[in-house]
């Protein structure tokens, strides 16, 4: 039985998830990003891809963005840790309507020991991939990402980053890997400007 969302739902499922991450995620004062690039808030995302709510929003939200824009994909995942609830959360989201999407891990290195993998799940070669991020900078982790889904045999079909922070990641991913960066809020949606 398929249950995706309409219009109408998406909207409100998309309204509720800034709702939960401008009351949970967004912490005001001077921090470091792991960039080292220094910001006046932090979006503390896992605190919303975490939560029991928003996590089903996350993936309500990001596939039906992908969907909207046409992107056609076998799995989706990134560089771990703060990809990895957003990829089992649109894993799930695809379950519950009927569509067979797995998600997978990429390690920050590849594995010296075991089967010395850089990218842990179901194998990604020769499939359709989407890397997913809860936020970036400067796109480092991202490009991290395909680089070694790419080396895996995956073909990366697009980047989606829950919310943009304006800085240039978008720019970056999407001139040095040479696929489409989605987003589905920006800083200003969060009243971040």
Do not use: W
Request: charged fraction near 25%.
């Amino acid at each position: 039985m398929s249950t995706q969302l309409n219009a109408p739902d998406l909207a409100a499922a998309r309204e509720r998830l800034r709702e939960l991450i401008v009351e949970l995620a967004v912490v005001r004062g001077k921090v470091t990003l792991a960039s080292g690039i220094e910001a006046d808030y932090y979006v503390d995302l896992r605190r919303v891809t975490l939560h029991h709510e928003a996590s089903r929003l996350v993936g309500q939200v990001m596939l039906g963005m992908l969907d909207e824009a046409g992107v056609n994909f076998d799995a989706a995942g990134g560089l771990t840790m703060g990809a990895d609830p957003v990829g089992h959360a649109i894993m799930r989201t695809a379950g519950d309507q009927g569509r067979a999407v797995d998600t997978f891990v990429v390690r920050k290195a590849q594995k010296s020991y075991g089967m010395g993998r850089q990218v842990e799940g179901p194998a990604v070669e020769g499939r359709n991939v989407v890397v997913v991020e809860d936020t970036s900078t400067t796109g480092g982790s991202a490009l991290t990402a395909v680089e070694a889904l790419k080396k895996a045999g995956a073909n990366v079909v697009a980047v989606a980053i829950i919310v943009d922070r304006a800085t240039g990641a978008k720019e970056r991913i999407e001139e040095t890997a040479g696929v489409p960066c989605l987003y589905a809020y920006g800083k200003d949606e969060l009243g971040l400007d």
